[in-house]
């Protein structure tokens, strides 16, 4: 069972910004596109953004708008999602989840075409 660890969820007021952080095996850096969904309270999961093995593409969920950017430390073997601007609509756990190939599309968000979740970190956005 691969083993996706997030942190650095927490609670952030409108405009603020939190950065969230995967540690992913290698072995599972080095051949699969890594993603984040999230699930706010009574929603379906929904993709955020996900990064291609070696960081070659990237992709963003359309309602990201700019606000937040997805990145990688492969010697820390981290995948960061950095969210900026927040808007109590981002409250939500977010997951980071590896994807079933070594690359990515808006298709990956959309259809959640992941096989590996990490448990989840809570992200909550109030005044």
């Known amino acids: 069972q691969v083993q996706l660890v997030e942190s650095g969820g927490g609670s952030a007021q409108p405009g603020g910004s939190l950065t969230l952080s995967c540690s992913v095996p290698?072995?599972?850096?080095?051949?699969?596109?890594i993603g984040w969904v999230r699930q706010a309270p009574g929603k379906e999961r929904e993709g955020v953004s996900c990064?291609?093995?070696?960081?070659?593409?990237?992709h963003y969920a359309d309602f990201v708008q700019g606000r937040f950017n997805i990145s990688r430390d492969d010697a820390l073997m981290t995948v960061y999602l950095q969210l900026a601007n927040l808007k109590p609509e981002d409250t939500a756990v977010y997951y980071c989840?590896?994807?079933?190939?070594?690359?990515?599309?808006?298709?990956?968000?959309?259809?959640?075409?992941?096989?590996?979740w990490g448990r989840g970190t809570q992200v909550t956005v109030s005044s």
């Open positions: 990064l291609s093995r070696r960081g070659a593409r990237i």
């Open positions: 989840a590896a994807a079933s190939g070594a690359y990515c599309s808006s298709r990956t968000l959309r259809e959640l075409d992941f096989n590996s």
């Open positions: 290698a072995s599972v850096l080095e051949r699969y596109a």
